[in-house]
């Protein structure tokens, strides 16, 4: 691993990586065979376009809304991770004639598994995540998008294509994501589910100090290095799949 100064927080750690790494992420088809290779300045440079897009669309940062993730393709998960962690924003208000400032935090994301087949499990399932979050916000391609709305249309929600798009288009509005905003070391990164087997699944909330004193660890007792290489076949809704494999290759500079 190249000598660098530990970072605070998940978006100091991939700047980092975008400056200095030759190494990134690959992905196989299901021959075996790569079929889709970016490095880690291409994930830093996407992930600020589309956290743009996530708070232009009109997700809220700061708790306000969790943006409920579900996809097949393991890019559009790791990607949207980044871009919930980048969207950071702040909210002025006018107290006085003065304006007042306050640090506002990033969207904390929720990865789930792909829905269940049967319908009435689907219509449960995300019931309960609206009763757990409050106002989350489901994002996924249209096909997704569009069974949700059918089964709960109360649920809010936003295609993956038009975020997307949202990307692509230079807008006047310029959030303040990552890195003119920086966040704070305990601010929640991402919620995981836990099983549910003994009713409803729980969210436990994960943290950039987690994360990062997790992958430190995991790196010492490794001994992962830069030419260490990282085989992933669990989804990303699974915590082992974020910081085993994803955020340690990255803290180990490795693909």
């Given at each position: 691993?190249?000598?660098?100064?530990?970072?605070?927080?998940?978006?100091?750690?991939?700047?980092?990586?975008?400056?200095?790494?030759?190494?990134?992420?690959?992905?196989?088809?299901?021959?075996?065979?790569?079929?889709?290779?970016?490095?880690?300045?291409?994930?830093?440079?996407?992930?600020?376009?589309?956290?743009?897009?996530?708070?232009?669309?009109?997700?809220?940062?700061?708790?306000?809304?969790?943006?409920?993730?579900?996809?097949?393709?393991?890019?559009?998960?790791?990607?949207?991770?980044?871009?919930?962690?980048?969207?950071?924003?702040?909210?002025?208000?006018?107290?006085?004639?003065?304006?007042?400032?306050?640090?506002?935090?990033?969207?904390?994301?929720?990865?789930?598994?792909?829905?269940?087949?049967?319908?009435?499990?689907?219509k449960l399932f995300l019931g309960h995540l609206l009763a757990l979050f409050g106002k989350?916000?489901?994002?996924?391609?249209?096909?997704?998008?569009?069974?949700?709305?059918?089964?709960?249309?109360?649920?809010?929600?936003?295609?993956?294509?038009?975020?997307?798009?949202?990307?692509?288009?230079?807008?006047?509005?310029?959030?303040?994501?990552?890195?003119?905003?920086?966040?704070?070391?305990?601010?929640?990164?991402?919620?995981?589910?836990?099983?549910?087997?003994?009713?409803?699944?729980?969210?436990?909330?994960?943290?950039?100090?987690?994360?990062?004193?997790?992958?430190?660890?995991?790196?010492?007792?490794?001994?992962?290095?830069?030419?260490?290489?990282?085989?992933?076949?669990i989804a990303f809704d699974h915590v082992a799949c974020v910081s085993e494999v994803h955020?340690?290759?990255?803290?180990?500079?490795?693909?």
């Amino acid at each position: 691993m190249k000598n660098f100064s530990l970072p605070c927080t998940l978006p100091d750690l991939l700047l980092e990586r975008s400056l200095s790494s030759t190494a990134g992420i690959s992905f196989l088809d299901n021959d075996g065979f790569i079929a889709f290779t970016t490095t880690y300045t291409s994930l830093y440079r996407d992930a600020q376009d589309y956290a743009r897009s996530l708070l232009i669309s009109g997700i809220e940062p700061n708790g306000i809304n969790v943006v409920i993730a579900s996809f097949d393709y393991h890019y559009d998960h790791i990607l949207l991770f980044w871009a919930c962690i980048f969207g950071k924003d702040i909210l002025r208000y006018e107290k006085h004639r003065l304006t007042i400032t306050i640090r506002s935090a990033g969207i904390p994301v929720c990865p789930i598994p792909t829905l269940h087949p049967e319908e009435s499990q689907r219509k449960l399932f995300l019931g309960h995540l609206l009763a757990l979050f409050g106002k989350p916000v489901f994002v996924g391609k249209d096909d997704v998008i569009a069974t949700v709305q059918s089964l709960v249309p109360s649920f809010e929600t936003r295609s993956w294509t038009s975020l997307k798009s949202l990307a692509l288009v230079q807008s006047t509005t310029q959030p303040f994501i990552y890195p003119k905003f920086r966040p704070q070391c305990n601010d929640i990164v991402c919620f995981m589910l836990t099983s549910g087997s003994t009713g409803n699944s729980k969210a436990v909330g994960l943290r950039h100090s987690n994360f990062l004193s997790a992958v430190q660890g995991k790196i010492k007792h490794h001994v992962s290095t830069h030419s260490s290489r990282f085989l992933n076949w669990i989804a990303f809704d699974h915590v082992a799949c974020v910081s085993e494999v994803h955020l340690q290759a990255l803290m180990a500079d490795a693909w």
